[in-house]
DNA sequence: GCAGACGGTGAGAGCGCTCTCGCGCCCACG
DNA sequence: CGTGGGCGCGAGAGCGCTCTCACCGTCTGC
């Protein structure tokens, strides 16, 4: 309504408890040492002024803000188009929630961003950060690391400057691109193919390392490059069909590059699964339950990324030894995937 | 790499300089009144020792945060399925950007976590605040409302409490409807079938208004209730071709929702668009583009509905009196939405 | 019965910044 | 040459908190 009602300050608190400030300090923040008679006596007054520490004023005596920031490089691409990333945030937001951290969302849009964000995080507003950044030369991950703040990542960086130190949380995609694989090689299935993602992202990269480490010796033209897309998909599919008109199988990037293939499977009259197996990648629901027929995939625990993410950040920065991978702390932890089966393979 | 190298201060850059902390400020902050060659020296200062302004301290006189807190209701449901969430955000963040704001992400999980998100409003920790809430019984809005902070809300609140003063931004909801229906209209169909969404939120209810505008007199067997899910869309359909097999059309309350629908239809052996034409709402594109056939639906500027947001909010706190509809602040603005016709009506 | 220890409390400094105030300088004007 | 008015700048207070330190009272041990 009107302009802010004056904010009950410490001193107020304190005088009407009839102790010092520095009492009133120690029962706000936990209360050890102080008789219990005093503390009702100060928590009684801190209900009823309806007080509020001010956060700016204790940040500034202790170099804390609880509070850390979320970088999400270039939400032009799929990152945002997909629920993804809102999972992640969620579980991120549980974590940090649960320990009292605030959420400070950075998105950035193109390069010159990029030095905005590198500012903001070198001008310790925040505690930490939790990084997405998805392509191999993206600048930000080094730029971030050389601010100095306490970092986890999200995926493998694909970074080719110093390793020591990045902790990283990032799924199986190697691990589970190989059950992908193993499990179409399960079903008899002898010519598979994959389609790739956009191999400038280390989830590509190494979805596509585990199809050939179960297809080491497969023909090279069973393997097409794509983007993630719907559109990508049905692109290398075509592709594929054409260089391999035998193929019985199909291990896609992502579950919507599967939905373009299947598309693309569908008007050549191949049946799914009969004539083609088809397994995507992501478990994202909107699109896997919906392809017709519903998708095998491989599922990650998108939120439980996010978590720990945002876990292994906050027990570095209280350990005081935030990104060094010292000792018993990995520096990249890997989360299993698991294969979901619906119809189409 | 070790902790925290002391960052400078204006102390710092003041003895550099050969001048006094007030006039680094001066120059730090616009620098009006400082003669050209002492700003420059300061300047000079600032970049050598790469000053970078503590904002706790600066926030503690200004009582300023330049920062607002975005609050997004119950990620439980779909909003947090769908990439609206994350255009969303998106705006919101481009404009919060450009103008040097922060944007802190609350999410909540459930009761409980509204009084913690009141009390961290209400803490001032914060300039303002932009609020997603959909639903029609959430008592949050109110909460916000008491705690005293501007707050620009998205989407028209369903709120029973007073509504003086409550800013909001919404898609045309009900115009969009209007030409959804029309467009069936146009076509020459005449048995229009209206599947809602989750009427406990004003989106849906406005669409079903919108039909209704429309469909004045229609057979209200025409209408089934859902919840913006394709299941939900799947069990509408047929309760729907159970009810009114003659029906030639059907306006679904999302695109989701549409997609169930398609299904279903594609099992009942009719044709799309030929025996029922479809519509949609959302314009989602993995869902509206991935549909066989692709789907006709209305569109809303979802990244703009979150700029918006942001630029109201921000001109609000620019002008003292934020959240007061008053004279010529508008308190709900309402943005267009446009039909994009594709395969299915 | 007294020294020492110890837990509970208050006084006060100081975090880094902004902002008001007043002083000194320069210019214009009388 | 004297005076008034700006303008540019510095001094200093103070934002609300934490944290160290010294103090006081009580309790223990000899």
Request: proline share 6%; glycine share 10%; aromatic share 4%.
């Amino acid at each position: 309504m009107t302009d802010t009602a004056p904010r009950p300050t410490l001193e107020a608190v304190a005088a009407r408890a009839g102790v010092s400030r520095a009492t009133v300090s120690r029962v706000v923040n936990g209360g050890d040492g102080v008789r219990d008679i005093l503390a009702e006596r100060v928590r009684k007054a801190v209900e009823e002024l309806g007080y509020v520490p001010n956060q700016a004023a204790r940040s500034l005596v202790t170099r804390r803000h609880d509070a850390i920031a979320v970088v999400v490089a270039e939400p032009e691409t799929r990152v945002f188009a997909d629920p993804f990333f809102a999972l992640q945030l969620r579980g991120i937001s549980k974590e940090l929630t649960a320990h009292d951290n605030q959420l400070v969302l950075l998105l950035t849009e193109g390069r010159d961003d990029h030095t905005r964000v590198g500012r903001y995080l070198a001008g310790g507003h925040v505690d930490g950060a939790l990084v997405f950044s998805l392509h191999l030369d993206d600048p930000l991950p080094e730029l971030i690391q050389r601010a100095g703040v306490p970092t986890v990542f999200g995926g493998r960086p694909g970074w080719s400057g110093d390793r020591r130190g990045v902790v990283y949380v990032d799924s199986d995609n190697r691990g589970g691109a190989r059950a992908a694989v193993r499990h179409l090689a399960g079903l008899g299935r002898t010519r598979i193919a994959h389609i790739t993602g956009a191999l400038d992202q280390t989830s590509a990269v190494d979805r596509l390392d585990g199809y050939r480490d179960v297809m080491a010796d497969a023909d090279p033209r069973l393997i097409a490059e794509a983007d993630f897309t719907p559109a990508g998909g049905e692109r290398a599919m075509r592709e594929l069909l054409g260089r391999c008109p035998d193929l019985d199988a199909v291990f896609a990037a992502n579950d919507l590059t599967a939905s373009g293939a299947l598309r693309v499977l569908r008007e050549a009259g191949r049946r799914v699964p009969d004539d083609v197996a088809v397994i995507g990648f992501d478990d994202m629901l909107p699109v896997a339950e919906q392809t017709d027929p519903p998708l095998t995939t491989v599922r990650q625990d998108i939120e439980e990324m996010g978590r720990l993410m945002a876990r292994l950040l906050l027990r570095g920065l209280d350990r005081g030894t935030p990104q060094e991978g010292v000792g018993d702390t990995p520096a990249g932890v890997v989360l299993p995937t698991t294969l979901v089966r619906r119809a189409s393979a």
